[in-house]
C-alpha cells in the first residue's frame, strides 16, 4: 500500500441482481458518494448469486458474528450495515469519521484479498496518478490511499464512468448457481410447486364430474380457519416488505432474499404481501356471504370464492416458480401461503359447482 497525503475510504457490498433494494442503494445512495468522494471512497460489489460470491458472503457473516443476513450489505472498517434503509443513514457519517481518523482499508474478510487479486485483470484508466496502488491485505494505518481496481463489469446501476465501484461476478447466475445458493430451502420449493401443480391439474379433471353435495360442517369452516391463518401469513409479510425489516425465517429458506428481491411487488409497486392480504379478506368476505345468506347471493359468492382461490393459486404456482428457478432463494412463509392457497382451493370446488349449477338452471337455493 503507497503512502499519500489524502486519506480513503475502503468497502464491500453485497448485493443480488434481482433484488430491488440493492439496486436502489447502488444507484441513488451509492453512485453520489462516489461522485462526491472522488479517488477518497473506493467499493468493491460482490454478487451473492455466485457461488464466488455467496461463499465471500457467508466469510462476511461468520467473520462479524452474524448467523443470517439478506441484501444488500455493507462492510466498511468494522461495521456492518444492512437494508436500503441502514446504509443510506449511517455509510455517510461512517466515511466522515473513517477520513478523520486517516481511512481505512479493506474489511478482514476471508477470501477477499483473493478476490481483488482475481479481479485485477483489466485496469480502468483512472486520473489517479500511477504512483497509487492497492494492496488487498488489511493494514490499521493513518493516510492511506488506493487506486480505484479495476472495473469487471458494470453493476445494476453504477457504470464503469464510476471509477470509485468495483464489481466482482455481475455476470447473470447460472440455474446451478441458483438453485445452490440455498439447496435445502429450493428443493422444498420444487417440491411444493409440483404438489400444486398436480392439485391444480387434478382439480380441473374433477371438478366437471363433482357431485354439488354439500361440504361437511367441519370443511366448510376449515376455509375461514386456513384464510386467517393465510391473512396472518400475509399481514406480516407485508409488514417486512413495507417496513424494509429483516424476516423470521427459521432454519430452512432465505426469505430476506426473496422479499428483497425486484419480485416482491406486483408491477414493482404493490408489495405481494399486501396483495395477499387483500386477497384474504375477501376471501373471508365472499365465505361469509356464501355461509349466512341464500339464493343469488349465496351462489355468486360461491363462485366468487371458487375463482380468488382459483387465481390465488396460480399465481402462487408462478411466485414459487420463481423462487428456486429465478430468485435463487425460497421463502417459507411464502411457501406456507402458498400451500394454504392451495388447500382452498380444493375445499372451494364442491360449492363452486353447486353454484353453477344453481345460477344455470335459475333455480339458486342454499
Known sequence: MAWAAEPVVCAVIFYSPTCGHCHKVLTEDLSPLIEQYGDQLQIIAINVAL?????????????????????????????VLVG??????????????????????????PGLAEAIGAAQVTPTPSAV???????????????V?????????????????????????????????RLAHDPAGNALAIVVLLGMIVTVGRS???????????LPAWRDWAIPVLSLIGLGVAAYLAYVETAQVSAVC??????????????????????????????HIAILAAWLVRRFSRGRPADLSALALLGMTAFGTLFSIYLTFLEPFVIGATCA??????????????????????????????????
Open 250 to 279: 427459521g432454519p430452512v429458506g432465505d426469505c430476506n432474499t426473496v422479499q428483497q428481491s425486484a419480485y416482491a411487488r406486483l408491477f414493482g409497486v404493490l408489495p405481494i404481501g399486501v396483495l395477499g392480504v387483500l386477497g
Open 51 to 79: 457461488e464466488e460470491g455467496q461463499a465471500l458472503f457467508q466469510a462476511a457473516l461468520q467473520k462479524f458474528g452474524l448467523e443470517r443476513g439478506g441484501v444488500p450489505t455493507l462492510v466498511v472498517g468494522d461495521h
Open 145 to 177: 490511499t488506493a487506486a480505484p481496481l479495476p472495473t469487471i463489469a458494470s453493476a445494476p446501476g453504477p457504470t464503469n464512468s464510476s471509477p470509485g465501484l468495483v464489481v466482482i461476478g455481475d455476470e447473470p447466475a447460472s440455474l446451478t448457481d
Open 84 to 109: 436500503s434503509v441502514d446504509i443510506p443513514e449511517q455509510f455517510p457519517g461512517l466515511i466522515e469519521q473513517y477520513l478523520a481518523q486517516g481511512g481505512v482499508d479493506w474489511p478482514d474478510i
Open 129 to 143: 496518478p500511477p504512483t497509487l496502488t492497492a494492496a488487498p491485505s488489511v493494514e490499521p494505518a493513518a493516510s
Open 333 to 366: 412463509w411464502c411457501l406456507s401461503s402458498a400451500i394454504i392457497m392451495t388447500l382452498l382451493l380444493w375445499l372451494a370446488l364442491p360449492s363452486g359447482r353447486r353454484a353453477i349449477i344453481n345460477l344455470y338452471q335459475g333455480d339458486s337455493h342454499a
Open 204 to 214: 380441473a379433471l374433477v371438478f366437471p364430474r363433482l357431485a354439488p353435495a354439500t
